[in-house]
């Protein structure tokens, strides 16, 4: 299948769709230069080497071990904790929607879609950034990634907010800029769509096989109708 290529088939598997999970940074919205800020702040303050801007971009939308890098794992507590507290102000000022994302949320959601989303960040961050850019409306059911033991890659926060919707697996699909979207909606038993990340990956975003591959965020309406 071409990417973006619109095809009668490709759209009959979706014809069924009626909740749709979003993964937040790279899928909705852009936060990186208050994660890369808060990051290499929380490094600084615990007198670890900072890291470039390319490198930490690289590592949005994944836990937070990847921002911290191989540095001694036995401080990883204390940069979650400063990150954070800096996260607080700097990542959710610096969260901006990506293009085409809040015209497409609404017409998913007056389509009558049921929308949630699931992310690596916490809860309060999560809800603050939501309250922000005015979509409460848009959510049936949010979930950060401080309120399950496993992350993604793992299904268990995909498995929490099918349970939160009384969603039917088969009417949900998940909507992710990375691999592992991809992996923790295959492990619960749902159907994917990827879309390019504004942060890179897109090979490897591919080589997960999604079943459909997206260039754009606008590209949903036409397949989600």
Excluded at 52 to 60: F, M, N, P, T, Y
Aim: proline share 4%.
């Amino acid at each position: 299948m071409k990417k973006g290529y619109i095809m009668t088939a490709e759209r009959g598997k979706f014809a069924n769709i009626c909740n749709i999970i979003f993964d937040l940074d790279g899928t909705l919205i852009d936060s990186s230069s208050g994660i890369i800020l808060a990051a290499n702040q929380a490094l600084a303050r615990l007198g670890l080497p900072t890291r470039s801007a390319e490198e930490l971009k690289r590592c949005i939308g994944y836990p937070l071990e990847r921002l911290y890098g191989d540095n001694p794992p036995d401080r990883f507590v204390e940069f979650k904790n400063i990150f954070r507290q800096l996260g607080n102000r700097v990542i959710v000022d610096s969260a901006r929607p990506l293009d085409g994302v809040e015209m497409t949320l609404g017409l998913l959601s007056h389509r009558g879609h049921r929308l949630a989303v699931a992310t690596t960040k916490c809860r309060r961050h999560l809800e603050e950034i939501i309250s922000r850019l005015g979509w409460e409306n848009y959510f049936a059911a949010i979930s950060g990634g401080d309120e399950v033991t496993h992350p993604k890659p793992d299904p268990e926060q995909i498995n929490r907010l099918i349970t939160e919707l009384r969603a039917v697996r088969r009417q949900t699909v998940v909507v992710g800029d990375t691999v592992n979207d991809i992996i923790a909606a295959r492990a619960a038993g749902l159907m994917t769509i990827g879309v390019r990340s504004p942060f890179g990956g897109e090979k490897m975003l591919a080589a997960s096989s999604p079943d459909l591959m997206l260039d754009t965020f606008c590209q949903l309406t036409e397949y989600l109708i």
